[in-house]
């Protein structure tokens, strides 16, 4: 079993920055991709940002410019900087990522249980 929890959202004013985690762990071979995901209250959950174990990222346009993701493979982690933080972003911002739990075996999705984030002046 693998299990992702996500620490570092709270409430920021507008123009802001939050630096979240997410800690992989349990039983691990290998991650491929790590990710982060987001909704908002009444709205479907969408991809923020995620990363590949080869280095590829990719964001949404919505976010592109203003947060990067990064991973310490090293520790099975995924950060996200979010920087010029607006309202809009105001979400439950949830982990994800693609375990593979021994060789050959097929990767799975498994999801952290959620950090709110609010973005309120």
């Known amino acids: 079993q693998v299990q992702l929890v996500e620490s570092g959202g709270g409430l920021v004013q507008p123009g802001g920055s939050l630096r979240l985690s997410c800690a992989a762990s349990?039983?691990?071979?290998?991650?491929?991709?790590m990710g982060w995901y987001r909704q908002a209250p009444g709205k479907q959950r969408e991809l923020v940002a995620r990363?590949?174990?080869?280095?590829?990222?990719n964001y949404a346009d919505s976010v592109t410019g203003r947060f990067t993701i990064s991973r310490d493979n090293s520790k099975n982690m995924v950060y996200l900087q979010m920087n010029s933080l607006n309202v809009e972003d105001t979400a439950v911002y949830y982990c994800?990522?693609?375990?593979?739990?021994?060789?050959?075996?097929?990767?799975?999705?498994?999801w952290g249980q959620g950090t709110q984030v609010t973005v309120s002046s």
């Open positions: 994800n990522a693609d375990v593979a739990t021994a060789w050959g075996v097929r990767p799975r999705d498994y």
């Open positions: 349990g039983i691990i071979f290998r991650i491929w991709t």
């Open positions: 990363s590949t174990l080869g280095g590829s990222t």
